[in-house]
């Protein structure tokens, strides 16, 4: 990021990723009325790029295009340019990507789209664009100049074409609710997330953890195939080259389909969402070391490198350092030889894929041989890179709070405490959790992001579904009615802020005078989506309050989405969950002890709530509104228990 020039008015701004651009020669303004009234004012187009501090192709036009002078002074003549931090407003990023897509035009960041003054309907859009003509894309300048002509000389086939974007935008999003849910959806979308999840080799390579965590939870009901591939999911995310064997965290995905370089840069969301189905993994048998090697070393990873001393996680680190992707990550081979001793390069070599002559540019990223447990040598050898590689500079971190991030985490870590035993990740969500109550709620506002402290931009549906969650989450572990009490007040929140009360479901945001369409946000992406988890928060505070009304609106949500579960099952595993939450909800009530003991399990539709039974019952089941005799054993318990998650639905 140069910081030579006058800087512009993203100087002043709080988002790490705009201040980045604070020293373009472009006269870039942050989203919000002035902007948007200078561009109705003087009729000219407005430019909005889109993107997060940590996105490698942003950086890259940052120091291209938008740093060019020839491209700024054309920019500042015919538009006003605006630069939005996709992680402060998702729903604009949501709308205006989705009418990318519908645009014929392929979605990524950064998200450039050219809207219209006033109605801010988008006319046009693309992803990166070179400083000239190259990969197959035109150069920014000559975008620039068409799409000023056009705006200029064609007004009447302008319209025509806003109208149609328009129309395909409200259309894509405007759902009919179903009088009734259809059974045997959960089977019936089997063979699709299995397609999704299935090794085949291809590029590039994604976590996709919604999907590989809907595959396990079907494992109990006999689809075999899914409960492998989710195990496939989980060893090819512990031992590949996406995972950071050496200081801990995931990367965000990797470009092959081998799992063996990665796009470097680490985002808070991905290696929470890993934690939480790493350890559903071991719960659910599947003891393999790798899994608790890597939601071990990625919890050290988090607490030396992403915890703010105040106790909340910090958003991302960069893919780059000292201008190049990776360079704090990767190993020439020369260095492992000068670095470690004889012993400890052969048992590196035993363990991991190396070669000489490297696997990513001439060098080494490294991706292990099996999931079994490493030896002291080997981790001896890694303890050493470690040590040399805390001296180099590293990528850069940004440090803002993002409440469903760090809700995701909370879960992870609740998750990773109660199934391997481990006080300290309990006591580090706990932090995170009463941050977050104390500072992102102001007189009656909850807020999504928070700068240093102090809290900014109202929060989404996903901050409510995730934090939520995440309350619920601490209440099983901890059995602790603060956590209860706060779930209960922000679900109250959300539905007061985002219910539709016309159809059902959740709206994606508020209501603002800035936002084209109200988007309802039910299909899955690198995280859940909103109404998916908020389904399941429902149904388990029905379970733990006896409040039939929360059922009656999951199943209301559900049913306003019963259409695209049926036809793209793909599109929306987490809506799947809450189906299956919604069919087969289980409460069990024991003493404290057995409840811990349950924790340790994979119960995929079961809420876990302490309370006193009457000897001599060990506990008592419910199934949904049925209340089943009271049981007496452990083992009566468990048979059970997996007879319960699995029974048919009349």
Known sequence: MSTAGTPNRLLQEKSLYLRKHAYNPIDWLPWGPEALAKAEREDRPLFVSIGYSSCHWCTVMENEAFSDPEIARYMNAHFVAIKVDREERPDLDAIYMQALQLMNQQGGWPLNIFLSPGDLVPFYGGTYFPLQDRYGRPGFLRVLEAIANYYRSDRKRLSEHKERVLEALQASNRLVPQAELPGGLLREAAPQIGSILKRDGMGPSFPMVPYAGFALRLGRFGEVALAEYACERGEDLATGGIFDHVGGGFHRYTVDGTWTVPHFEKMLYDNAQIVEFLSDLWASGLKTPAFKRA??????????????????????????????????????????????????????????????????????????????????DTEQALDKLFAVRQKRIPPATDTKLIVAWNALMISGLVRAASVFQQSAFGETAIRAARFILDRQRVDGQFYRIGYDGEPAVPARAEDYAFFIKALLDLFEHTQAGEWLEAALDLQRQMDEKLWDLELGGYFSAPVSPDLLIREKEYQDSATPSANGVAAVNLVRLFLLTDELAYFDRAGGLLRQFAQILAQSPRACPSLLAGYDWYQHPVLVQSGSEQISRLLCGYWPTAVLKAAPVQPPALALVCEGLRCLEPIETEAQLETQLRTSLIREVS
Do not use: H
């Open 295 to 376: 939601v071990f070393k990625s919890y050290a990873w988090l607490v030396r490198e992403m915890t703010d001393e105040r106790g909340y996680f910090y958003a991302a680190q960069d893919a780059d350092s000292e201008g190049e992707e990776g360079k704090f990550y990767i190993w020439r081979f020369a260095e492992l030889e000068q670095i470690l001793d004889t012993e400890q390069l052969a048992a590196l070599e035993a363990a991991f894929f190396i070669r000489s002559e490297g696997n990513f540019e001439g060098q080494i990223v490294l991706q292990r041989r099996d999931e079994g447990e490493l030896n002291p």
